[in-house]
């Protein structure tokens, strides 16, 4: 209706305004979207794994990806992808084990389902061995497009889970000497037990890592294992939280045996090596210690037999 003031004959108002009669009921205005204009986007996966790369070489990336999984882009459409700080999965810590992000990605127009977009999480490197870790990326709508966008919904967060890297020696272990130098007994006892170490020359220790020690056949080896010493093939363990600069020795025993045979010095050797599961994170720089068996405290008794005799002259007689 027009303006009951005599406004201009079209029904407008003069002013050019826009008068509302409060007393008129309220109206719901519903916007039809059609689903043709919309992309359906999801995490391509839930889950990925991604080896730390070396200190001193090039860092590795999780390339986190989002994929179109149901319309097509008539236009550019962005998404966002941020690491979150918190949650239920959040271990690793940010910027010291990754570079968190918060970031958009943007389909271009005429990507449709299947295509993806991806961004790269930058994992950071050092020299501390340490259990699995994990952090988080969440997929959130851009504000300037979360008309045209819907996540699937279950599938708007990933867990990322960074291991220690294949062939990535962070912990160097080597023996605390260059050989082992043991005095064999007298036989009084039948046995010795000579102590030895293994020393932790690199990294730092967030998790137990392990090596094993076993005695080996070697052609300069002079000993003869069960008359000279035992057999060893024993694991020793470095525990969390062991460094180069605090405690960074683990201890074992070898057991010499005793005899009263007098003999040159007599050697064998043991060689270290990092059990299976620990091989990507142990370095041994010194494989093989050498144990050197002195024989100074052996003896051997020399006497004449008989001890007395009586004997003519020009005669002949043995002496023993």
């Given at each position: 209706g027009g303006d009951s003031d005599g406004g201009d004959s079209d029904g407008g108002d003069s002013d050019g305004g826009v008068r509302v009669n409060p007393n008129l009921p309220s109206i719901d205005i519903v916007i039809s979207l059609d689903l043709d204009d919309v992309i359906f986007v999801r995490l391509?996966?839930?889950?990925?794994?991604?080896?730390?790369?070396?200190?001193?070489?090039?860092?590795?990336?999780?390339?986190v990806c989002v994929t179109i999984a149901v319309?097509?882009?008539?236009?550019?459409?962005?998404?966002?992808?941020v690491t979150p700080v918190t949650g239920p999965n959040v271990i690793a810590t940010p910027i010291l084990d990754f570079t968190p992000i918060a970031e958009t990605v943007t389909f271009t127009e005429g990507q449709s389902v299947g295509d993806s977009v991806c961004t790269g999480i930058t994992i950071v490197s050092d020299f501390i061995v340490e259990t699995e870790e994990t952090f988080e990326?969440?997929?959130?709508?851009?504000?300037?497009?979360?008309?045209?966008?819907?996540?699937?919904?279950?599938?708007?967060?990933?867990?990322?889970?960074?291991?220690?890297?294949?062939?990535?020696?962070?912990?160097?272990?080597?023996?605390?000497?260059?050989?082992?130098?043991?005095?064999?007994?007298?036989?009084?006892?039948?046995?010795?037990?000579?102590?030895?170490?293994?020393?932790?020359?690199?990294?730092?220790?967030?998790?137990n890592v392990t090596v094993n020690v076993e005695t080996v056949s070697s052609p300069t080896?002079?000993?003869?294992?069960?008359?000279?010493?035992?057999?060893?093939?024993?694991?020793?363990?470095?525990?969390?939280?062991?460094?180069?600069?605090?405690?960074?020795?683990?201890?074992?025993?070898?057991?010499?045996?005793?005899?009263?045979?007098?003999?040159?010095?007599?050697?064998?050797?043991?060689?270290?090596?990092?059990?299976?599961?620990d091989e990507d994170v142990v370095s041994i720089t010194r494989q093989v210690l050498t144990v050197i068996i002195e024989d100074a405290t052996d003896f051997v008794d020399i006497r004449l037999l008989p001890e007395e005799f009586t004997v003519s002259e020009n005669e002949t007689f043995p002496v023993c």
């Open positions: 391509s996966q839930l889950k990925y794994q991604v080896m730390e790369g070396p200190l001193l070489g090039p860092s590795t990336e999780a390339m319309g097509s882009a008539g236009r550019d459409i962005a998404v966002n992808l990326v969440s997929l959130l709508p851009n504000p300037e497009d979360s008309i045209a966008v819907i996540i699937q919904p279950g599938m708007d967060r990933a867990v990322v889970e960074i291991r220690e890297g294949e062939g990535n020696s962070n912990v160097e272990i080597q023996p605390g000497m260059l050989s082992v130098v043991t005095t064999e007994g007298d036989g009084g006892s039948n046995f010795e037990e000579v102590e030895a170490c293994l020393e932790l020359t690199s990294g730092n220790l967030q998790r080896a002079t000993a003869t294992v069960t008359e000279d010493y035992l057999s060893l093939d024993t694991n020793i363990t470095f525990t969390s939280g062991q460094s180069v600069t605090g405690d960074n020795q683990q201890c074992f025993f070898i057991t010499i045996l005793n005899d009263n045979v007098l003999e040159c010095s007599e050697t064998f050797d043991l060689l270290i090596s990092p059990i299976p599961e």
